[in-house]
């Protein structure tokens, strides 16, 4: 069968113009006839017409009209397009075919064109510029949607410059609004089509009616005739525009004053570039919103529009708070196993939610030392709140999450409560090391809640505290030295040397010597401190985590839980994967610990007393018992590994030192902590509605206010109070100084 043949009505270099009844024809210009079919290819038709019109392939635009349809043109793009056309045409034997420059080329063009203020009421497809005589574009005011009181004060560059961008992208929007009978699905759509109208064709207006059933919008221009009336489309929620003077008789002077925007209106504009790049800093939208529309933002209007457009992209995020019975539900229903709990105030509003997944409690359980860190991060979401988090570290020092929860504020009730759900969902009769802040009512919630725990203070909080009590009462240098011998103190593994170091802070101050003895060193000094904490001293061991809680914790509630689990279950997959291919007794990072141990045993000197004891001479002379995994210099019992002292023993006394090593460092433990997988949790941002009617609890948002300022997008992190690295003054090394340098001992 032989292929239909239409023939194209080639026409360019004439204009368009919209008529009394909304529909467009074109007048002027040049007009060639060309077969075409349905085998017929884009790029051989543009060949085509390059040629007849003297264009360049690459930058015309090609574009029709509907037989049906006078008011919209339609681009041709692609193949398909162009056999869409003539299927659309139905039985017509001919198509009207528009050649015109395309967006770049018109913008390279445009300065130099002649302009008219009947622009103002043509569609300039083919190039026409914007009206040069008026003085800025306006923007036109959504009564309907913002109050006066949320409008946002803008100002807009001339319609004489050169901006090209903001040219081009105002003649997108010049077709709008067609005219009579043009239909939409809201008021809102219509609003923003009227936005993005003014805009194209310069001109600021204003609503005489403004309601839910109509909207009746004139010309700011004194005495211009510019009106247009739209309604609801009866027995239909179409909007359907009724009557419409598109003639305008001002010559912009209404808008020389400026104009208002609604943030609204501005999120929209930025909505799909967010989808792209979800950081979308307001600095930079500021200056794409000028450079491509010619609109002035200052930096809490761009911020502000910004937070719109999140919200139009991700979802309320008061609707997610009426998701969250819902969303506990979905996560036990797809995580068997898993807990997921929330509580709420008298009034409803939202008060804490707890989450811990099935395959985190079994990968503690099974493959993970009883070693907790207990922290926190503030959310600088709408509503503010507090993240609660305990965290694990597995057989390779990788973080591993074992559960978190939100808060409105961190009180001492609310960590106690989090510490109730934690011990409620692992149930499990180890003894856990807990690392974590000695402040926030921790200290007595542990103790009442884990009455067989251990709990070491984290070194950091206790540092910055010994640090804010000094100052002002000694210089700057006395109290590094004070906080570098505090470090010391903490970390030596004997007694003596923890007295060492406390004497040298006794010799700048008796005052905060005693504020170290009464600090409880039973809870933080390695020395005196009962729990297996592996030689780990700050709480906030769990940095991975808390910078995924930093990516997500501008979005609602529900979404930024999905988030944290779509890390959690990538992590669990990927480190599954990654131990698969380890052939090794330990995990990669304690085997090059073992290794680098090993060889330092070779230098090592073992005498045998009696029995499993033996003494080991180097540096110092060292006792080992084999049999009790003890050595005198303490790093086999705070790391869990063999030192090089028993390592030395082995060697002589042909022992495995894989062997003496914690049972949590070897891949299988680390297997065994990632065997569970978490899996997704389906409609977490649009939940089934029949299920939502069906929720027991009523939850709405807590009665918190973002604070004024910009916000802070990253925890704050604690001063640097460790002591500065020495610099050797000879080799420019860190860590010693020229006394006891020993590079000046190399002969070059």
Not at 102 to 126: G, I, K
Not at 164 to 180: C, D, F, M, P, Y
Not at 343 to 364: E, N, P, Q, Y
Not at 613 to 618: A, F, I, L, N
Request: hydrophobic share 35%; aromatic share 10%; proline share 4%.
């Amino acid at each position: 069968m032989a292929a239909r043949k239409i023939i194209a009505v080639c026409q360019s270099g004439g204009e368009f113009v919209t008529n009394k009844d909304g529909s467009l024809s074109y007048n002027g210009g040049e007009a060639y006839a060309i077969d075409i079919d349905e085998q017929t290819k884009l790029n051989d038709f543009k060949t085509e017409l390059a040629e007849m019109f003297n264009f360049s392939v690459e930058s015309m635009t090609i574009k029709y009209l509907l037989p049906e349809n006078k008011r919209t043109l339609i681009t041709i793009s692609k193949d398909k397009d162009l056999q869409r056309m003539i299927s659309f045409l139905g039985e017509s034997k001919t198509s009207d075919i528009f050649v015109m420059p395309s967006e770049e080329a018109t913008a390279r063009n445009m300065s130099n064109m002649p302009a008219s203020r009947s622009s103002r009421t043509t569609v300039s497809e083919a190039g026409v510029p914007l009206d040069s005589t008026a003085d800025v574009v306006a923007i036109p005011t959504e009564q309907g949607d913002l109050d006066l009181a949320n409008e946002t004060h803008l100002q807009c560059l001339p319609h004489g410059s050169n901006d090209e961008n903001h040219r081009r992208a105002a003649l997108q929007w010049e077709n709008t609004i067609t005219g009579v009978d043009q239909r939409f699905n809201s008021f809102s759509e219509f609003r923003e089509a009227l936005h993005k109208y003014s805009i194209a064709h310069g001109f600021s207006y204003r609503y005489k009616k403004n309601d839910s059933h109509r909207v009746t919008v004139k010309c700011k221009g004194q005495g211009c005739p510019w009106r247009i009336y739209a309604s609801r489309l009866s027995t239909t929620q179409l909007i359907c525009i009724k009557k419409m003077n598109a003639n305008h008789t001002c010559e912009g002077g209404s808008v020389k004053a400026g104009y208002r925007a609604t943030r609204g209106w501005v999120g929209s504009i930025i909505k799909e570039r967010m989808k792209i790049s979800p950081n979308y800093r307001p600095k930079d939208i500021a200056d794409d919103i000028k450079r491509e529309y010619g609109i002035e933002l200052n930096y809490s209007q761009a911020w502000r529009a910004k937070e719109i457009a999140r919200e139009q992209l991700q979802g309320s995020y008061k609707e997610a708070y009426t998701q969250l019975p819902y969303f506990c539900e979905k996560i036990k229903e797809t995580n068997p196993g898993s807990v997921a709990t929330f509580t709420t105030k008298d009034d409803s509003s939202f008060h804490r939610l707890f989450v811990s997944f099935h395959a985190s409690i079994c990968g503690f359980e099974n493959g993970c030392r009883p070693l907790i860190f207990l922290d926190s991060a503030p959310l600088n979401s709408k509503y503010q709140g507090v993240l609660l988090a305990a965290t694990a570290a597995d057989g390779d020092d990788g973080i591993f999450p074992v559960a978190f929860a939100v808060v409105d504020t961190e009180t001492e009730d609310n960590w106690h409560w989090f510490l109730l759900e934690l011990k409620s969902a692992l149930s499990t009769s180890r003894q856990i090391t807990f690392v974590a802040d000695f402040q926030n009512g921790l200290k007595k919630s542990l103790a009442e809640v884990f009455d067989n725990c251990c709990h070491g203070y984290c070194l950091r909080h206790l540092a910055e505290k010994l640090n804010r009590d000094l100052k002002g009462q000694f210089s700057h240098e006395a109290r590094r030295f004070m906080i570098s011998d505090f470090y010391a103190a903490a970390y030596a593994p004997r007694a003596e040397g923890f007295q060492r170091s406390a004497d040298n802070i006794k010799g700048i101050s008796p005052e905060a010597y005693n504020w170290v003895l009464k600090s409880e060193p039973a809870h933080w000094a390695n020395a005196f401190f009962g729990g297996a904490r592996y030689n780990h001293m700050s709480s906030n061991f769990g940095q991975q985590f808390y910078g995924w809680v930093a990516e997500a914790h501008e979005l609602p509630i529900t979404q930024m839980i999905d988030v944290l689990r779509g890390k959690m279950m990538e992590s669990i997959y990927t480190r599954r994967i990654e131990s698969s291919q380890w052939m090794t007794k330990l995990t990669p990072f304690r085997d090059d610990i073992l290794r680098k141990e090993t060889a330092i045993a070779q230098s090592l000197q073992v005498l045998l007393l009696h029995g499993s004891t033996y003494e080991v001479r180097g540096e110092s002379v060292d006792t080992v018992d084999i049999d009790k995994w003890d050595c005198s210099c303490k790093g086999w019992q705070l790391t869990g590994l063999p030192c090089c002292h028993a390592i030395a023993v082995f060697e002589c006394s042909g022992r495995n030192p894989y062997d003496y090593c914690s049972e949590f460092f070897t891949v299988e433990s680390f297997r065994l902590a990632y065997a569970k997988a978490i899996h997704p949790v389906p409609n977490v941002d649009r939940p089934v509605q029949g299920e939502l009617d069906q929720a027991p609890v009523i939850v709405t948002p807590p009665p918190t206010k973002r604070p004024p300022g910009r916000p802070k997008m990253k925890q704050v992190e604690s001063i640097d109070i460790i002591k500065r690295q020495l610099q050797c003054s000879k080799c420019k090394g860190l860590g010693h100084n020229k006394k006891t340098c020993k590079g000046s001992e190399i002969i070059c």
